[in-house]
């Protein structure tokens, strides 16, 4: 028998932390003068969150960073939760004793010197972690970007991130002094927005001037509105949980997302909040529902 449960739920408010691969993705970077880096964040992060950088890779453990000559970046967020969306850049980050040397939020610090993007014909990483990998204390690799294909770090699978879903690549030529996602940046899921930002097509590159791409562009991204577009909400009939599985009576049910904004299996679930895509006829509609 399917068991009838609250149908739509209209608003909702929900706590996240910054804790998981892809909370975090770059949208620029410039390895010209005295390097820059941006990235966006696409969960809330809590006041007084603490994340690194490193343009090392990881060690054999994971913990750690596998080139100790490598530099790492202290970001502390500051008082005030950082809103999903909120683009964060970090300006003239090869040296502390740079005039402009600074973050957009929060604050910055070396725990290791030796930070440098040097994209030339080398190229060059930047991970993004939760724990200081000077220290092997590295809980979790967040993102990262490649500037040149020039092949994963050696440890790389220690990682544990995934090029195209959490860290991307920028490719095809040995000197990519700088770049900028210029993709969309409104009404997506965090999940498409990883997608997106991860994929190179989705960014304009320069081989000499990386400086043209600062100041980076700031505007925040905005997440899809959903609506209970096409049902009433009071309505008993509309979604159905049955053996841990969503169904409905009114469409086909193309793609479930959790409150994170990622794409997940219609099985097995367990009691929240989801976005259920249906398609109803030539339409795609997208409802909230909770149990």
């Given at each position: 028998m399917k068991k009838r449960i609250l149908r739509i739920i209209v608003l909702c408010t929900t706590i996240f932390h910054a804790q998981s691969q892809g909370?975090?993705?770059?949208?620029?970077?410039?390895?010209?003068?005295?390097?820059?880096?941006?990235?966006?964040?696409?969960?809330d992060i809590p006041a007084h969150s603490t994340i690194y950088f490193t343009d090392s890779g990881p060690d054999i453990t994971g913990t750690g960073m596998d080139d100790l000559a490598e530099g790492v970046i202290t970001w502390t967020t500051g008082s005030s939760e950082i809103s999903a969306g909120t683009v964060v850049t970090f300006t003239d980050i090869d040296n502390d004793t740079n005039a402009a040397y600074g973050v957009s939020v929060g604050q910055i610090e070396r725990s290791k010197s030796g930070f440098s993007l040097a994209v030339g014909t080398s190229g060059d990483e930047i991970f993004a972690t939760l724990g200081d990998p000077a220290q092997d204390q590295v809980s979790t690799w967040l993102a990262g970007i490649e500037v040149h294909n020039h092949g994963r770090p050696a440890n790389f699978d220690t990682s544990g991130l995934i090029p195209g879903a959490n860290y991307l690549v920028i490719d095809t030529t040995q000197s990519k002094d700088g770049g900028e996602y210029t993709g969309v940046r409104s009404q997506k899921t965090a999940d498409e927005y990883r997608r997106l930002v991860n994929d190179q097509t989705n960014w304009t590159t320069d081989t000499e001037d990386g400086e043209k791409f600062v100041p980076f562009n700031t505007s925040n991204f905005t997440f899809l509105t959903l609506t209970v577009e096409g049902v009433n909400s009071f309505d008993m009939g509309v979604f159905f949980l049955e053996n841990k599985k969503i169904t409905t009576d009114i469409g086909e049910i193309k793609n479930v997302y959790n409150v994170f904004g990622q794409c997940i299996e219609n099985q097995n679930l367990t009691q929240g909040l989801y976005i259920v895509e249906v398609k109803k006829k030539n339409r795609l509609l997208r409802y909230k529902f909770a149990f």
């Amino acid at each position: 028998m399917k068991k009838r449960i609250l149908r739509i739920i209209v608003l909702c408010t929900t706590i996240f932390h910054a804790q998981s691969q892809g909370d975090i993705a770059f949208v620029g970077y410039n390895g010209d003068g005295d390097d820059d880096f941006a990235i966006v964040v696409l969960v809330d992060i809590p006041a007084h969150s603490t994340i690194y950088f490193t343009d090392s890779g990881p060690d054999i453990t994971g913990t750690g960073m596998d080139d100790l000559a490598e530099g790492v970046i202290t970001w502390t967020t500051g008082s005030s939760e950082i809103s999903a969306g909120t683009v964060v850049t970090f300006t003239d980050i090869d040296n502390d004793t740079n005039a402009a040397y600074g973050v957009s939020v929060g604050q910055i610090e070396r725990s290791k010197s030796g930070f440098s993007l040097a994209v030339g014909t080398s190229g060059d990483e930047i991970f993004a972690t939760l724990g200081d990998p000077a220290q092997d204390q590295v809980s979790t690799w967040l993102a990262g970007i490649e500037v040149h294909n020039h092949g994963r770090p050696a440890n790389f699978d220690t990682s544990g991130l995934i090029p195209g879903a959490n860290y991307l690549v920028i490719d095809t030529t040995q000197s990519k002094d700088g770049g900028e996602y210029t993709g969309v940046r409104s009404q997506k899921t965090a999940d498409e927005y990883r997608r997106l930002v991860n994929d190179q097509t989705n960014w304009t590159t320069d081989t000499e001037d990386g400086e043209k791409f600062v100041p980076f562009n700031t505007s925040n991204f905005t997440f899809l509105t959903l609506t209970v577009e096409g049902v009433n909400s009071f309505d008993m009939g509309v979604f159905f949980l049955e053996n841990k599985k969503i169904t409905t009576d009114i469409g086909e049910i193309k793609n479930v997302y959790n409150v994170f904004g990622q794409c997940i299996e219609n099985q097995n679930l367990t009691q929240g909040l989801y976005i259920v895509e249906v398609k109803k006829k030539n339409r795609l509609l997208r409802y909230k529902f909770a149990f």
